[in-house]
């Protein structure tokens, strides 16, 4: 067993309204503790920082996990607000830009799982599709507020997900996608791009739906920060929203 590891217990909620996450719901998502870092099971509807009108965000949240006296740990990547699950946080500077530096290498691994309107042409593939963020100015009479999407196009990053179908039912599907880039929304974009949206898609799916819907779950991570370290691995649960849509799709439980 991994050194000071922790067995989460299961929080008593899966979605969050602003200032609700206490220090006992925070403590009880977390998947994994040892001096370096931690995982944790961030819960869907939660962004993790400060940005724009957002207010209420993990971060003000992490000083729960910090020891007596000692300083918050600071994460170390990042998921969208509507993405539940698997959050590394460094606990050191040293850690930190470690996760870093193995971030930008490729050498953490992260497992997806989503369920998808439609179901893709092949059990598995490789979706590689460039992406291009574009950035929508004000109005020119100066109202409204700038805005941006991700779009597939070949004068974008590089950005390549692995993908394979681990059920089907009512014409959805159950996927297992690990990427190898870790461009923003690289998931949700090329999801849609295969013809298979997410459940729940608020912006890149057939229509505008309103968020926190979205069937995306961070499964696990794993990492090793050295070799004088353990391996890492942590698993988050499936998240009460996903439950219903993933076992029509053929899922039976943790």
Request: charge should be positive; proline fraction near 10%.
């Amino acid at each position: 067993m991994i050194p000071d590891s922790l067995t989460p217990t299961p929080p008593t909620q899966d979605k969050l309204t602003a200032g609700s996450l206490t220090a006992e719901q925070l403590r009880a998502r977390v998947l994994h503790r040892d001096e370096l870092c931690l995982v944790i099971d961030k819960p869907a509807g939660l962004a993790v920082h400060k940005a724009g009108r957002i207010t209420d965000h993990l971060e003000l949240y992490l000083p729960h996990l910090s020891e007596p006296d000692g300083e918050p740990p600071k994460l170390a990547h990042r998921l969208d607000r509507d993405t539940a699950g698997c959050l590394i946080l460094g606990r050191t500077s040293w850690a930190l830009k470690r996760l870093g530096q193995m971030f930008a290498a490729g050498h953490v691994g992260k497992t997806y799982w989503a369920v998808a309107e439609g179901i893709p042409e092949t059990e598995t593939g490789v979706i590689d599709l460039p992406l291009l963020k574009r950035i929508e100015p004000k109005s020119a009479a100066g109202f409204g507020r700038s805005s941006w999407t991700i779009l597939p196009d070949p004068a974008g990053q590089p950005a390549v997900t692995d993908y394979r179908v681990l059920g089907t039912g009512n014409g959805r599907s159950w996927l297992e996608l690990r990427p190898r880039t870790g461009r923003t929304h690289q998931i949700r974009v090329h999801c849609a791009a295969i013809g298979c949206p997410l459940v729940g898609e608020p912006f890149y799916g057939p229509e505008r739906r309103p968020p926190g819907n979205l069937h995306l779950l961070a499964r696990s991570v794993a990492f090793r920060m050295a070799f004088e370290y353990p391996p890492v691995s942590a698993v988050a649960p499936a998240p009460e929203h996903m439950r219903d849509a993933l076992s029509a799709c053929g899922w039976r439980g943790e």
